[in-house]
């Protein structure tokens, strides 16, 4: 059974930073992960994903500002974001397992099988 839970969001001043954690039990995969988030009103978007192959992928309005890691023993993965910005308020999830081959950055979660509850991040001015 594929389990993702996310964990760390909360409220922070804009230029502060957060870290987000993804749990992850009954799977143990290096590839096919993502970070996507939500806010009202817009569509979910992709923040940083690694494809099929292993390479890691930012959007472009998160680059030099989040770093997307994870940590194999502890199946767990990492959203560090630095620098945040009003614009950075969503709901953060995290995604696994690919349905298909993944090659590039996905701005859409369509090819991932399995999602997190989300967490909420809000970032004041």
């Known amino acids: 059974q594929v389990q993702l839970v996310e964990s760390g969001g909360g409220s922070v001043q804009a230029g502060g930073s957060v870290t987000l954690s993804c749990a992850a039990s009954?799977?143990?995969?290096?590839?096919?992960l993502g970070w996507f988030r939500q806010s009202p009103g817009k569509e979910r978007e992709g923040v940083a994903t690694?494809?099929?192959?292993?390479?890691?992928f930012y959007a472009d309005y998160v680059k030099g500002r989040f770093t997307f890691s994870q940590d194999s023993a502890k199946n767990t993965l990492y959203l560090q974001m630095n620098s945040l910005k009003p614009e950075d308020t969503a709901m953060y999830y995290c995604?696994?397992?690919?349905?298909?081959?993944?090659?590039?950055?996905?701005?859409?979660?369509?090819?991932?099988?399995?999602w997190g509850q989300g967490t909420q991040v809000t970032v004041s001015s």
């Open positions: 995604a696994a397992r690919c349905k298909a081959t993944m090659v590039g950055f996905q701005r859409l979660g369509d090819f991932f099988e399995y």
């Open positions: 009954g799977y143990t995969y290096s590839h096919c």
């Open positions: 690694i494809d099929s192959y292993g390479n890691t």
